[in-house]
């Protein structure tokens, strides 16, 4: 499989009020690009696999104080394996990029050549096309809200055994996800982890 085919089997939004310059040029390398001026709902973004944040005139939905590094927080807490890219062209020691810091996986500045770009989504696209390093960080995101344990091996077992069967529907997944009977953002989080398109692309390589 080329690599132009997995980048176009990854959605990737941007989200800048300003217009993204190197959308055209992105998109001749294959990748699968929206741009977003900003959201109102993390809802907006949920089914993309790598979302690019600018951090300046966004986030005003959320903590408009640090801009985008609010949307990009509100992430990574309930969808930790999106994987989160922040933009800008702003100093590095601004309110709205040392926040980012906390919580983005990688920076893009507004002046990186494309070949940076691209080496930074395919980064990216490694990411989140890797099944162990997925389950990785949904499983530290499930720790981090206190949930048993014994429900989270369940889950990991079964999460295995969808990886070793190249399941894509992940159907004793889902069946265990119910039994466990998780709620709020650990819901979110593992509904998240299952639910890319890049699986159907994965399991057929």
């Given at each position: 499989m080329s690599q132009k085919e997995i980048r176009s089997a990854v959605k990737i939004a941007i989200i800048d009020d300003e217009k993204f310059k190197a959308h055209s040029?992105?998109?001749?390398?294959?990748y699968k690009i929206q741009e977003l001026p900003d959201i109102t709902t993390l809802d907006e973004v949920i089914d993309f696999d790598v979302v690019i944040c600018d951090l300046m005139g966004v986030g005003q939905h959320f903590d408009k104080s640090i801009g985008g590094a609010s949307i990009i927080k509100e992430l990574k807490d309930n969808y930790p394996t999106k994987y989160l890219i922040a933009y800008t062209g702003a100093?590095?020691?601004?309110?709205?990029?040392?926040?980012?810091?906390?919580?983005?996986?990688?920076?893009?500045?507004?002046?990186?050549?494309?070949?940076k770009l691209v080496s930074k989504l395919d980064d990216a696209i490694d990411f989140t096309s890797n099944p162990y390093e997925r389950w990785l960080v949904s499983r530290q995101g499930l720790i981090d809200l206190?949930?048993?344990?014994?429900?989270?091996?369940?889950?990991?077992?079964?999460?295995?055994?969808?990886i070793t069967r190249s399941d894509s529907e992940f159907r004793e997944f889902k069946e265990i996800m119910e039994k466990v009977d998780l709620g709020g953002n650990a819901k979110g989080i593992v509904q998240s982890l299952i639910a890319s398109g890049i699986w159907a692309i994965v399991f057929a390589a």
């Open positions: 040029n992105l998109t001749n390398y294959g100093r590095a020691n601004t309110a709205e990029a040392s926040a980012a810091k906390q919580f983005a996986d990688d920076f893009i500045k507004k002046d990186d050549d494309i070949t206190e949930i048993d344990l014994r429900k989270i091996m369940e889950l990991e077992s079964a999460y295995v055994e969808a």
